[in-house]
């Protein structure tokens, strides 16, 4: 542990913002987590797999053409 006070104060914070980073990130909950606990979310995009993606709406249809 001592090592990390021999870094050149540059390096220092990079890995002190990295530090920060992954712990926010740990602490987050990850996209399947937050799928899997809504009510029939899981249910529905089973369903939804075997819908003909050419009888889907677009963005444009749904109105999220300015999202990108």
């Known amino acids: 542990m001592n090592r990390i006070h021999s870094l050149p104060s540059v390096y220092?914070?990079?890995i002190l913002d990295f530090i920060d980073f992954m712990k926010a990130k740990y602490n987050?909950?990850?996209d399947t987590e937050l799928l899997m606990s809504i009510q029939g979310m899981s249910e529905g995009i089973a369903e939804s797999?075997?819908?003909n993606v050419e009888d889907c709406k677009t963005l444009e249809?749904?109105?999220w053409n300015n999202v990108y």
Request: charged letters at 60%; glycine letters at 8%; a positive charge.
């Open 49 to 51: 797999r075997k819908e």
């Open 12 to 14: 220092l914070k990079e």
């Open 61 to 63: 249809d749904i109105g």
């Open 28 to 30: 987050k909950i990850s």
